[in-house]
């Protein structure tokens, strides 16, 4: 399996510009979660979906933040429009949810946002 | 008061020697902790997890939990320089908390060095 795979990598952007990044979990994983890095605030999960729904979205800091996951291999996070404080690593990651896997997150490698 | 607290270091150390690394929790039900290694521009990945109180060992790695002292440490034997990497702890509710035990509670991660 290739894991979960995010698109793009690096993405640079000039303030009030949106901003589409892409996550295809692991197959067969029933949940996915988008979370934000940063050296200030470390870890922070924005939302969590299960079987494609949304869950828990109270992490997503404010309206120009949405995400979808119209199927099981694919789901989007949207910031519009984009702000510089929004720079950050954003990690995609899934997990089978159950006992015995709920503690088991595979993360994607991350896109890193630089707003300009 | 952070749900989680881990020092951020950054820890140096020369091959060979054992790495301490610790974290405090607040929330008495995290039933679930997990050691996360992140190498550089990579997302993180499951190190170990252990369940409860107590010890478990894999390999130069040994999880420790105090559920009495809410602390968690892992503990690196013959540190390595391929084991220079950021460490974050995590935590996960047991059983029915309310419907979170999904959301894993990360700490901001402790940068380990090695130096061959």
């Known amino acids: 399996d290739a894991g979960v795979i995010q698109s793009p990598r690096h993405e640079v952007t000039e303030m009030g510009q949106e901003v589409t990044l892409r996550c295809k979990p692991i197959s067969g994983h029933n949940s996915l979660f988008w979370y934000r890095q940063t050296m200030m605030r470390g870890l922070e999960l924005l939302i969590y979906?299960?079987?494609?729904?949304?869950?828990?979205d109270s992490g997503m800091p404010e309206d120009r933040f949405s995400a979808k996951m119209p199927n099981a291999s694919f789901s989007t996070l949207k910031i519009q429009p984009s702000e510089p404080r929004d720079s950050a690593v954003y990690f995609c990651?899934?997990?089978?949810?159950?006992?015995?896997?709920?503690?088991?997150?595979?993360f994607g490698s991350g896109t890193q946002l630089s707003v300009l | 008061q952070k749900e989680v607290e881990q020092d951020p270091g950054p820890l140096s150390v020369p091959e060979g020697a054992i790495v301490s690394l610790n974290c405090t929790y607040s929330?008495?039900?995290?039933?679930?902790f997990m050691w996360y290694r992140q190498y550089s521009r990579k997302g993180p990945e499951l190190l170990m997890y252990t369940y409860s109180s107590g010890n478990k060992e894999d390999g130069r790695f040994t999880a420790q939990v105090d559920k009495s002292s809410k602390y968690i440490s892992l503990f690196i034997r013959d540190s390595q320089p391929s084991d220079s990497a950021t460490y974050l702890c995590?935590?996960?509710?047991?059983?029915?908390?309310?419907?979170?035990?999904?959301?894993?509670?990360f700490g901001k991660g402790t940068l380990l060095t090695v130096n061959p």
């Open positions: 995590a935590t996960l509710p047991g059983g029915n908390s309310g419907g979170s035990n999904y959301k894993l509670t």
């Open positions: 979906f299960n079987n494609n729904v949304p869950i828990d």
């Open positions: 929330n008495s039900a995290f039933q679930y």
């Open positions: 990651a899934s997990r089978l949810t159950g006992i015995g896997t709920n503690e088991k997150l595979f």
